[in-house]
Nanobody
């Protein structure tokens, strides 16, 4: 069974920064693309960023230039550095592996 353990969420003021981490463990045959998705109240879950094992990245339009996704393959961990945070970034952020596995979600709240 695969487990994705997330950390780093919390409350931050507009313009601030947070760094999310997600470590994968368990019976994983192949760790390929990892990513982050988010869901705000009353809205559908949306793509934030993805990264392949070879470090090819994609970003959702609303976070381009502000967020950076990275990974440490030795630790089976993916990160999301979030800068210049806006209230619109408030959501539950979910870690994803191979499009099939999900973390428990971590709350990010951007408010003054």
């Amino acid at each position: 069974q695969v487990q994705l353990v997330e950390s780093g969420g919390g409350l931050v003021q507009p313009g601030g920064s947070l760094r999310l981490s997600c470590a994968a463990s368990g019976s994983i045959s192949r760790i390929g693309t990892m990513g982050w998705y988010r869901q705000a109240p009353g809205k559908q879950r949306e793509l934030v960023a993805t990264i392949t094992r070879g470090d090819t990245t994609t970003y959702g339009y609303s976070v381009k230039g502000r967020f950076t996704i990275s990974r440490d393959n030795a630790k089976n961990t993916v990160y999301l550095q979030m800068n210049s945070l806006k209230p619109e970034d408030t959501a539950v952020y979910y870690c994803n592996l191979n499009l099939n596995y999900w973390g428990q979600g971590t709350q990010v709240t951007v408010s003054s």
